[in-house]
């Protein structure tokens, strides 16, 4: 049985769409026309910034920081991060990050997908950009 889906290459800031969504920067590496089982996003966030708290209730999340530090925020426990490490979320896990004087970049991957206006919800107010209202919990 042959696949729909199409080898694809990236290279660095060539993504299908990049923007801007609250203190996000998000690189779309996988469009949402060649989305198979999930999605992948490199992913900035620039100095002395904070982001909301989100979940996902579908979604396992995986990161890998590709360059910086920060502290990664999950289920209300602080973990450093440094270019190199690794972060598995289950669904459900609530996520922030918290950057000092270094940008924090990371490659960020949904199964299955995820997209700023599918299966994301936020704790508090949802920060421009998203589409989705945040839920009372």
């Known amino acids: 049985m042959a696949s729909s889906l199409q080898v ?27 989305e198979g089982a999930a999605t992948a996003y490199r992913v900035r966030i620039g100095p002395n910034q904070r982001t909301s708290t989100s979940y996902h209730k579908l979604a396992e999340e995986l990161y890998l920081v590709l360059a910086g530090s920060g502290i990664a925020v999950l289920d209300g426990v602080e973990h450093a991060l440094r270019t190199g490490d690794f972060l598995r979320l289950p669904p459900g896990t609530t996520h ?38 945040s839920p009372v919990t």
């Open 96 to 133: 922030a990050f918290v950057t000092g004087e270094d940008a924090l970049v990371m490659l960020d991957v949904h199964t299955p997908g995820s997209r700023p206006d599918r299966d994301v919800y936020f704790v508090g107010e949802t920060p421009q950009g998203f589409s989705v209202p």
């Open 8 to 34: 694809l290459h990236v290279r660095e800031g060539e993504g299908s769409d990049t923007a801007r969504l609250g203190p996000y920067e998000i690189e779309t590496l996988i469009p949402v026309a060649d």
